[in-house]
């Protein structure tokens, strides 16, 4: 059969994506991406060591990002994300700032992170107050609140499975169970950490459920990479894709979307997130219970 009269394949925008060696979501990555854009991706080296902040900055070392980003630039993307939320809030919003810093420098285009696109997104969508979701240990996600609060976003709750390995294959009714138990305070919005964590289907979900935007690692990547690059993510009524969504299920009294003049990170705010529990690691004792919530207490005062 002669198919020269289809004249070739359409031109594709390019989306550069370095991940860790154990990411294992392609796929979801995929989902959100048009037609006319291509995802390139390659994974960091693998190293030994379970999931935790060693982990995080060992797949987040300079070195390794510059070989990563030359390694994509063979197929001359338009714009980098590390798709790493751990490996990019594990040095706080300069770690954050210096990492998107050394791949433009290697790849001579533009960079983002999964936690920078994070602070961008819910900027985007104007929270202030979230809880939280992941799948890591306490400390990974004491991080995490760590590099929020620094950027002006409060903690009001949050849910977390202890984890080390296999994170990929966590099911969406624990994703589900983790959520309804981490909206415990008035939060405006929920965000789900992690890029191994799988979250695509149960997006829409969650906002008609709770009543509020939620976004997910994978989802915000994504998205500021393909605005990065002038292209709107595509997905199944989600709020942060959507603006019918998000003033429909996923609206909440006292949210207010802020203007879109690009992205910009918040204010830092006056107020800190919840205490920390004084439980003990995932690990150190009987194996931990299917999620782990938190109590933030009384709240403080903005």
Known sequence: MDVSFLGGPQPQLGVGVVAPFDFALDRELWRWVPDDVSLHLTRTPFVPVEVSLDLARLVSEHETLDAAVQALCAVSPQVIAYACTSGSF??????????CAAMTQAGDVPALTTSGAAIQALHEIGARRIAVVTPYTKSVTDSL????????????????????????????????????????GAADALFISCTNLPTYDVIPQLEAELRMPVLSANQVTIWAALRAIGVRAVGPYQALLDPVARSGPAAMSG???????????????????????????????????????????PQPPL
Request: hydrophobic share 40%; charged share 20%; no cysteine.
């Open 145 to 184: 609140e760590d590099y929020l609060r620094e950027a002006g976003v409060t903690v009001t709750g949050r849910a977390y499975l202890g984890l080390t390995r296999h994170i990929w294959k966590v099911p969406y009714r624990d994703v589900v169970d983790m959520a309804r138990a981490a909206v415990v």
């Open 255 to 297: 949210l207010q979307p802020a203007p879109h003049t690009g992205p910009a990170p918040l204010p830092e705010a006056a107020f800190a997130g919840p205490a920390a529990p004084p439980d003990a690691e995932p690990g150190d004792g009987p194996e931990p219970p299917p999620f782990l919530p938190e109590d933030p207490g």
């Open 90 to 99: 594990v040095g706080g919003t300069a770690g954050e700032r210096a990492m």
